[in-house]
């Protein structure tokens, strides 16, 4: 994690520029640090002191203490005493700000203390984010190739900052294949771009990556996170989402089709509703399902239904709005025009849902129900037959077993429970283990005659379940009909004290508005269906910019707005507004194709920088706000996985279907719930087992040791931003564990040259230096280790652990 | 050690040239000790949970009046405020007095009852609060809320927490243990960092010799061959670095190799009780079955905690084998055999850190998800009871022999000084030097706590009195 004020940092350098005199940004800058730092307390609602930190008016005025700013002189200003720790108060309480932070509240105040006009107050609904965007103009900058470049440039000058020079060629296609597939190129690939000398190479390169269907697997994997998806819904029982998984791979088709992104988030809020026949579009309200619930907790159903409510609040309105709407469960929201009004009106639109079928074709489904209820009534006949035959042999076998115990506890075992004292009782189940009769107990002394019953019910029982397939069936939600259950504002956030009943409705900062009663004789209340086309629309000021900025963020590594999924007056304002807006207008105009965003963006010169930082440029922006160069990134968990498969050969490119539960050792499976042989099931065909990450079984409770390792989403709440940590945890995981010695040694069994290893691993040929030393290593290795291949194992290890294969340029 | 000295004895694996981008890596690496927030009582945790559920009124919360009224209903009036799991309507159940005698333990004479005699000797050093409660029956969430403030899973634990504020003395060793039987009934979520970084998760130690995943050299590989590869590697990675100046991320990874190796024996090293005493072995119980395994676990604990490691949980109790809460059937059963593998290796690990001076800088804490019903379930059995049950602290200054809080005459529901699960963490965290409203990490649109918006009935005060 970066220091979080390197971005002020570096909007301060803007700020305070002398060349070319740029818009003066240290009001927006300073009501940015007055919000985050010290609203809290002095906020409009909470105001400490009576000081409200919320326009110039209310500064000049002051709380308690007496006026907090002194325009024009610093020194003179409480507020600046306070936070410079220079006067007799010292704010905030407990620390103190940063040096840049104080120095920007300084420069304000001595300009004058403006409060900015662009950045008005949240409070008066008029955040830059709940307006909706319009096109801005591409500045005139020369030496600008895209208006990407134009925005960003501008920046960069007024800071006085050279950008970085493009990056190599192999960099780029390294660069292009993680971020569009998640894996590194071919040694093909590689070869074929670097010899490619023709103008439109590069282009021709990112039209292939976004035509290969390795690219939904990928950024089918950054929505997964988003939508905190799992296979299983979580707590002490865990159980399996059915067919979860058709979710997973209707999105990842979705993204390879190039869905349009409106179309996209209106299946998955209202598929239902807007398209009933078709079973693809209604697929997308999976995402109501794929989250963790507690429906398996019986006697709280109440409180299961209200979490759930409020999942589908917070999920809905972080991923598709970047607003906090559940900050205002309990109360108003603190920092957003919210209020807890909103929280309910929206939680109202999804109070008639409940879980359905999706039967994704709909005789086949029928058939399958049918087939499904006459296997049942098969199996507990059978069942039922099983226990008939072998009855006699247990109670024959108990008998025996129970004899041989001492007299007491025969005593206590041979009286109903009802009848024993507790002594007994205690005795009875102490002993329960050593009278308990096994299945291969009665297996052994079974007549012949029973023998073969029992093992022809046997046959039938597997027959009954050879071929047998995943139901065509999908997760997913419906309305219960017309009407809906009331909804009620919960005082305090606790259910069990209503107050006012509230109606569906938008949120009142993006203009309000009512969902209409549906028509008397529809089958849904159409509030699901309302919000749909509330949120996806080009007027919502949040849609088209929430999401071009995720997209510059799985790109760049942070967005132009560094809290993707909060949009609100903590997040600030974003690091280039104007091309933030332009981007969401290109999004719009282009009839919301993500595929045509990546291409516009990888198209810019800003994408294709050097990795390597400028001296200078760390120096005046070392948070790279301002985009001077790339910002070098970790492999993501799954990326490290299937890098080390595409590497040692053995990756399987087959796409969709259940999930994979690939073999682990035991002690990765330390932990789970349960006992490790009969909750981790492993997949029977081990040609699943190499299959892409994305197709890996997601447990909620217990999460693949090396994915939890390196910072994988536990799919519990969204995550909008992994995190990126180095740990030794990580570097026992690539060095021991039996997975990488495997694939390191698959690996060695295809290479024979050293030079071959480094094409295979990292993509190029070694230097007259790397390959030295590799030799010597091999040399030394094979006197070690008996034999070259082994050698040759071990440099495969050892290079799959360096940070050239981890970190992508 | 300082941080300084940890990377000068941690660099000593390369050249002196990468040591200034090392210690230029070193200034943020997130396990870095940390100043507390507040005067700290105590540097370490060492936190014994009780998994299942733990029936309070057998234990450490006696009641005559339930004795007295064996066999009798409850009043429909306080029925009526429970709901648990298998008794389906508790103003049909009968009250069930203790089958177990308590008897005053230490000077202090506060009672314990004879499920736990050794324990009860060390009551000098013990103060009970007997007033916790929670409104959550099912062990998955309430096992979630204890340690996370939240009844859902995916929030960081107390142990995160804890390390994320205050870092970690020894870089060798993780900084937030975890011991268990291996199955729990919450999963590893109950240790998870949550949404805080992966550094700060708890790392499961198992038992053997490599108590780390992944700790182990791989099959075939020796030392020798295991330090060529990381000279290697290191090598490599200098060349790479060389090319990309500046970078401290590369560098902090090329350390944490180093820092891998150097925990492959630090690690095995803490584990080896080779040079333990036979009276220290004894103490623990390690010469018996039944106290063996759990022995083993405190004196890990204990020489964790002697190696600077911040945050030790050990559990009590499987939902694959031995359980507290196979008191559903059986309440006897279950607690004498729970009790007996624990009780001595408890009260041994009380009087070891006493005796070598480090119970005053360690926090020890016992407490369950929830305790049990004093209605019977069934004939033999006692359900989950969140309304009000027992949990212990002694160390870090705490002042022992006395008992806080109380539940109603029969157990049922907590009456004075009532604590739910945050009141107890941001008491656990002051303790430890951290204050519940300050310690937060900005996430999801606020700034996130342990102790969400509560924790405001914090009892420390009334501890360290």
């Keep these: ?404 115990l001492p007299p007491d506890v025969q005593t206590a075992l041979k009286l109903k429970p009802e009848q024993r004292s507790s002594e007994q009782q205690a005795v009875a189940v102490q002993s329960e283990e050593k009278v308990k009769v096994t299945d291969d107990d009665v297996r052994a002394i079974l007549s012949q005659a029973d023998a073969e019953r029992l093992h022809s019910i046997e046959k039938r029982l597997v027959s009954m379940f050879a071929g047998y397939s995943a139901p065509p069936m999908a997760p997913g939600i419906i309305d219960v009909g017309r009407e809906a259950p009331r909804t009620y504002i919960a005082i305090r956030g606790n259910p069990n004290a209503p107050g006012d009943e509230v109606g569906p409705g938008f949120l009142s900062a993006l203009g309000g508005g009512d969902v209409p009663d549906s028509p008397l004789h529809a089958k849904s209340t159409g509030r699901r269906k309302a919000l749909a086309d509330w949120l996806a629309s080009p007027d919502n000021p949040l849609f088209a910019r929430v999401m071009v900025n995720r997209i510059w963020q799985y790109h760049f590594g942070s967005g132009l707005v560094r809290t993707p999924s909060d949009f609100g007056t903590r997040a600030g304002a974003p690091s280039h507004p104007e091309l933030l807006d332009w981007l969401a207008a290109e999004f719009t105009a282009r009839k919301w194709s993500i595929k045509s965003m990546h291409k516009l963006i990888m198209m810019s010169d800003a994408y294709r920088r050097s990795a390597n930082a400028t001296p200078e440029a760390r120096r005046l922006d070392p948070g790279n706000t301002l985009v001077a160069h790339t910002n070098r990134r970790r492999l993501e968990a799954e990326e490290v996985r299937d890098a080390v498969l595409q590497a040692s050969g053995s990756l399987s490119l087959k796409m969709g279907g259940a999930p994979v539960v690939p073999p682990l050792e035991p002690e990765e499976l330390y932990g789970i719930i349960g006992k490790p042989d009969a909750a981790w099931v492993v997949t029977p065909n081990a040609e699943e087992h190499t299959r892409r990450s994305v197709y890996l079984i997601q447990r909620r409770t217990f999460q693949h040791p090396m994915f939890a390792a390196f910072d994988a989403p536990d799919g519990v709440l969204s995550c909008s931003r992994r995190n990126e940590s180095t740990t030794a945890p990580q570097s026992l995981a690539l060095l021991n564990s039996r997975f990488m010695l495997e694939q390191a040694r698959l690996l060695a069994e295809k290479v024979t040259t050293v030079d071959d290893a480094w094409r295979r691993i990292l993509d190029r040929d070694p230097t007259p230096e790397e390959r030295h030393g590799a030799e010597e290593f091999i040399e030394k290795q094979t006197a070690r280790l008996g034999s070259k291949s082994a050698a040759f194992a071990e440099l495969a290890r050892g290079l799959l652990n360096t940070n050239e294969f981890l970190y992508v340029d | 050690m300082t941080r300084r000295e940890m990377l000068l004895k941690a660099g000593q694996g390369f050249g002196a040239v990468v040591l200034a981008s090392l210690l230029e890596a070193a200034e943020s690496n997130p396990l870095a000790p940390k100043p507390p927030q507040v005067p700290a009582k105590a540097k370490s945790v060492i936190y014994l949970f009780m998994h299942g559920g733990v029936s309070h009124v057998d234990t450490f919360d006696p009641k005559p009046e339930l004795a007295r009224h064996n066999g009798q209903p409850l009043s429909v009036e306080l029925a009526k405020t429970i709901k648990t799991s298998f008794i389906h309507d508790p103003t049909k159940a009968i009250l069930r007095g203790s089958p177990w005698t308590f008897r005053p333990g230490g000077k202090c004479g506060t009672p314990v009852s004879d499920l736990f005699p050794r324990v009860r000797e060390r009551m000098d050093d013990i103060a009970v609060i007997r007033s916790c409660f929670g409104d959550v029956f099912d062990h998955a969430p309430a096992i979630y809320l204890r340690n996370s403030g939240s009844q859902f899973p995916g929030r960081p634990c107390l142990g995160s927490w804890v390390v994320y504020g205050l870092g970690t003395e020894n870089q060798n060793l993780p900084s937030f243990v975890v011991m268990s039987d291996g199955s729990t009934k919450s999963g590893p979520p109950a240790y998870s960092a949550g949404f805080l970084p992966a550094v700060y998760q708890g790392t499961v130690f198992r038992g053997g010799d490599d108590p780390i995943l992944y700790l182990r050299n791989p099959e075939g590989i020796s030392g020798e061959t295991q330090r060529d590869t990381l000279n290697f590697i290191g090598k490599l990675d200098r060349m790479h670095d060389a090319a990309r100046p500046g970078d401290s991320t590369l560098e902090a990874r090329i350390a944490s190799y180093e820092l891998a190796f150097r925990m492959q024996s630090a690690a095995p090293e803490a584990v080896d009780f080779a040079k333990e005493t036979p009276a220290t072995r004894k103490l623990y119980g390690l010469d018996e079955n039944r106290t063996a395994d759990f022995g083993r676990k405190c004196l890990l604990a204990r020489r964790l905690v002697e190696r600077g490691v911040r945050f030790v949980q050990i559990y009590s109790g499987t939902n694959v084998g031995d359980d507290w809460d196979a008191a559903h059937e059986d309440l006897v059963g279950s607690h004498e055999k729970m009790a007996g593998k624990i009780d001595q290796p408890i009260a041994a690990l009380l009087e070891d850190l006493k005796a070598r001076g480090l119970l005053d800088s360690t926090l020890v804490v016992w407490s369950g998800e929830f305790g049990r019903t004093p209605l019977s379930q069934g004939k033999n059995g006692r359900d989950h009871h969140p309304y009000g049950f027992t949990m212990w602290m002694a160390g870090a200054g705490i002042k022992g022999g006395q008992a806080l809080g109380s539940t109603d005459e029969f157990g049922v529901q907590a009456v004075d000084m009532r604590v739910d699960a945050h009141d107890v963490n941001a008491t656990l965290l002051r303790l430890v030097g951290l204050d519940h409203e300050k310690l937060t990490y900005f996430y999801q649109g606020r700034d996130q706590r342990l102790t969400d918006v509560h924790g405001q009935n914090e009892f420390t005060r009334k501890l360290l009195a």
């Design chain 1, 1 to 404: 994690m970066r220091a979080p004020f390197c971005a002020l940092a570096a909007l301060v350098a803007v700020a305070l520029a002398p060349l070319p005199a740029p818009a003066d940004n240290s009001p927006a800058l300073a009501v940015a640090v007055l919000e985050k730092r010290c609203g809290q307390c002095h906020g409009e609602q909470t105001a400490a002191s009576d000081l409200r930190l919320v326009g110039r008016e209310p500064l000049l005025k002051g709380g308690k203490r007496g006026p907090a700013i002194k325009p024009g002189s610093p020194a003179d200003s409480l507020l600046f005493q306070a936070v410079s720790h220079t006067g007799t108060l010292s704010m905030p309480p407990g620390g103190q700000l940063d040096p840049v932070e104080i120095e920007i509240l300084r420069v304000w105040i001595e300009k004058g203390a403006e409060w900015p006009a662009g950045v008005a107050h949240a409070r008066t609904n008029n955040w830059w984010a709940f307006r909706k965007p319009t096109r801005p103009p591409v500045p005139q900058m020369a030496g600008a190739v895209t208006p990407i470049d134009a925005y960003l440039l501008e920046k960069l000058q007024a800071a006085g900052i050279t950008p970085a020079p493009e990056a190599d060629k192999l960099a780029l296609i390294r660069r292009a294949s993680f971020d569009l597939h998640g894996l590194p190129p071919s040694p093909e690939q590689v070869r074929q771009f670097l010899n490619d000398n023709s103008a439109d190479a590069w282009e021709r390169l990112i039209d292939s990556l976004l035509a290969s269907p390795r690219y939904g697997e990928k950024w089918g994997r950054h929505w997964l996170d988003l939508v905190r998806y799992g296979d299983t819904a979580g707590f002490e029982q865990d159980p399996y989402t059915l067919e979860a998984w058709r979710y997973r791979d209707y999105v990842i088709k979705s993204f390879n089709d190039d869905k349009p992104y409106d179309r996209f988030a209106k299946e998955q809020i209202a598929g239902d509703d807007l398209w009933p026949d078709n079973p693809d579009s209604r697929t997308g309200t999976g995402y109501y399902r794929v989250g963790t619930n507690r429906d398996m907790l019986f006697k709280v159903e109440d409180m299961n239904q209200v979490e759930k409510l409020t999942d589908y609040v917070d999920t809905t309105s972080s991923v598709f709005l970047g607003l906090t709407v559940a900050c205002a469960r309990c109360h108003d929201h603190k920092f957003d025009p919210i209020p807890q009004r909103d929280f309910y009106r929206m939680q109202a639109i999804f109070a008639p849902a409940v879980n359905d079928r999706v039967f994704l074709e709909y005789n086949e489904a029928r058939f399958y129900d049918i087939a499904a209820n006459y296997r049942e009534f098969k199996l507990r006949q059978m069942g039922e037959e099983i226990s008939r035959i072998q009855r006699p042999y247990r109670e024959k076998l108990r008998d025996e077993k129970i004899a041989k």
